[in-house]
């Protein structure tokens, strides 16, 4: 007993590193990545933060405390007020205009991994729920972490991506990802070996959906 956020990594570490250190990521950091496919993973990425935002409204409804609920208010407000705001910016400046966003196909990674988080959430407890969600905050907050930390790293007007980059490394989102991280330290120190399994195992499933939402990126899949 005695579980950390960190223990929910290290109990998946292949997957979580296949996730963080994608083709998807180390082509954007270098800034090789296609421009059709980073153009297609936008898209995709507006149709997830939209139901990412409804996954934590389903917090907000799950909670039973006033910290609790203060906790999933803050989650929102990061992905409706900060993650969204820019992402319809971007969205924007790649071409794609608000119409194109509201009519747009959903690719069945985005399908998946959407509802699972959400299928996650009502069938299981506020703690099932923020566990199915981690991988998306705190792996982003990682992912720049380890985008600047490699030697192959182009930053600036040299990366079309950068402004990407900034919003993940960004002290706003990286204060939702820490909040994220010390919410799930203090509730993970009290769960069982066998419930600390139970909850593994949604994490895992959570990082290979996020692999998979790369993957799509990356072939234009729908
Ligand atoms: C697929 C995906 N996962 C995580 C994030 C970060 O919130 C995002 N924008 N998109």
Request: with cysteine; proline share 2%.
């Given at each position: 007993?005695?579980?950390?956020?960190?223990?929910?990594?290290?109990?998946?570490?292949?997957?979580?590193?296949?996730?963080?250190?994608?083709?998807?990521?180390?082509?954007?950091?270098?800034?090789?990545?296609?421009?059709?496919?980073?153009?297609?993973?936008?898209?995709?990425?507006?149709?997830?933060?939209?139901?990412?935002?409804?996954?934590?409204?389903?917090?907000?409804?799950?909670s039973r405390s006033l910290a609790d609920l203060r906790h999933?208010?803050?989650?929102?407000?990061?992905?409706?007020?900060?993650?969204?705001?820019?992402?319809?910016?971007?969205?924007?400046?790649?071409?794609?205009?608000?119409?194109?966003?509201?009519?747009?196909?959903?690719?069945?990674?985005?399908?998946?991994?959407?509802?699972?988080?959400?299928?996650?959430?009502?069938?299981?407890?506020?703690?099932?729920?923020?566990?199915?969600?981690?991988?998306?905050?705190?792996?982003?907050?990682?992912?720049?972490?380890?985008?600047?930390?490699?030697?192959?790293?182009?930053?600036?007007?040299?990366?079309?991506?950068?402004?990407?980059?900034?919003?993940?490394?960004?002290?706003?989102?990286?204060?939702?990802?820490?909040?994220?991280?010390?919410w799930?330290?203090?509730?993970?120190?009290?769960?069982?070996?066998?419930?600390?399994?139970?909850?593994?195992?949604?994490?895992?499933?959570?990082?290979?959906?996020?692999?998979?939402?790369?993957?799509?990126?990356?072939?234009?899949?729908?």
């Amino acid at each position: 007993m005695g579980y950390r956020f960190k223990d929910l990594t290290a109990a998946c570490h292949d997957d979580w590193r296949a996730y963080l250190e994608h083709d998807f990521v180390r082509q954007l950091a270098d800034a090789t990545l296609e421009q059709e496919a980073f153009r297609h993973y936008l898209k995709q990425d507006y149709l997830f933060l939209v139901h990412f935002a409804r996954a934590y409204a389903l917090a907000a409804y799950k909670s039973r405390s006033l910290a609790d609920l203060r906790h999933a208010h803050e989650g929102l407000k990061a992905i409706l007020d900060l993650e969204l705001g820019l992402h319809v910016g971007f969205c924007r400046d790649w071409g794609i205009g608000e119409e194109e966003l509201d009519g747009l196909p959903e690719a069945r990674a985005t399908m998946a991994y959407t509802r699972y988080v959400l299928d996650t959430g009502h069938r299981g407890d506020l703690l099932d729920l923020h566990v199915a969600l981690a991988p998306c905050l705190v792996g982003y907050g990682e992912i720049a972490d380890w985008i600047n930390g490699r030697a192959g790293t182009l930053r600036g007007d040299a990366n079309p991506y950068d402004a990407w980059i900034a919003m993940y490394e960004s002290d706003e989102f990286q204060a939702a990802r820490r909040a994220e991280e010390a919410w799930l330290d203090a509730r993970l120190a009290e769960v069982t070996p066998r419930r600390f399994e139970e909850l593994a195992t949604v994490f895992r499933d959570a990082t290979r959906l996020e692999i998979d939402f790369w993957q799509m990126g990356l072939d234009c899949a729908l």
